[in-house]
T-cell receptor
């Protein structure tokens, strides 16, 4: 699975959009981009995933660049409860998921 | 909606003892994963099962073994426990999509906190 690079930490004001970037320059054509988050010591929570088209669900939007070498997770209106570690994972969608060092997002009032 | 159930939620064992962690996947999910998360670390993939067969393996110590049963629940057996085994152990479940040839997203349980003294 391709390696990902994310900022170590980010701040966001409550009510504003949180934009979390991820670089995956070695991504293969059949690899998906998945985003999960982990709120302190809870089980990771699935957010969204995509292959090459932008995706949106009730939690977030995922923007993937045309060359697929990077992506951005957008939380449109961040709340204090969105404070968590966000993991960007590139995978063929198989039976193994490798968590790298994610981004610690702090949402501040 | 039903979630992944893990038991026990907390477990305290002494060095060299054995421990068994249990995972009950979401109904109809056919794939189970196990992860270990040490203090201040990211989750590390241990092993996964699809339809009761091991489907992939990560950095699981030889002292650990796991299986998936006919009712799809899974157990992680840990022997000769070491202090370094103290961690949160997460189980996740998902569905395998035969048509698309991929697994759907994973749903994680609340974890079992294992403390080895």
């Amino acid at each position: 699975d391709a390696k990902t690079t994310q900022p170590t930490s980010m701040d966001c004001a409550e009510g504003r959009a949180a934009n979390l970037p991820c670089n995956h320059s070695t991504i293969s054509g059949n690899e998906y981009v998945y985003w999960y988050r982990q709120i302190h010591s809870q089980g990771p929570q699935y957010i969204i995933h995509g292959l090459k088209n932008n995706e949106t669900n009730e939690m977030a939007s995922l923007i993937i660049t045309e060359d697929r070498k990077s992506s951005t997770l957008i939380l449109p209106h961040a709340t204090l409860r969105d404070t968590a570690v966000y993991y960007c994972i590139v995978s063929v969608g198989g039976f193994k998921t490798i968590f790298g060092a994610g981004t610690r997002l702090f949402v501040k009032a | 909606a039903a979630g992944v159930i893990q038991s026990p939620r907390h477990l305290i064992k002494e060095k060299r003892e054995t421990a068994t962690l249990k995972c009950y996947p979401i109904p109809r999910h056919d794939t189970v994963y196990w992860y270990q998360q040490g203090p201040g670390q990211d989750p590390q993939f241990l092993i996964s099962f699809y339809e009761k067969m091991q489907s992939d393996k990560g950095s699981i110590p030889d002292r650990f073994s796991a299986q998936q049963f006919s009712d799809y629940h899974s157990e992680l057996n840990m022997s000769s426990l070491e202090l370094g085994d103290s961690a949160l152990y997460f189980c996740a479940s998902s569905l395998w999509d035969w048509v698309a040839g991929e697994v759907y997203e994973q749903y994680f349980g609340p974890g079992t906190r294992l403390t080895v003294t």
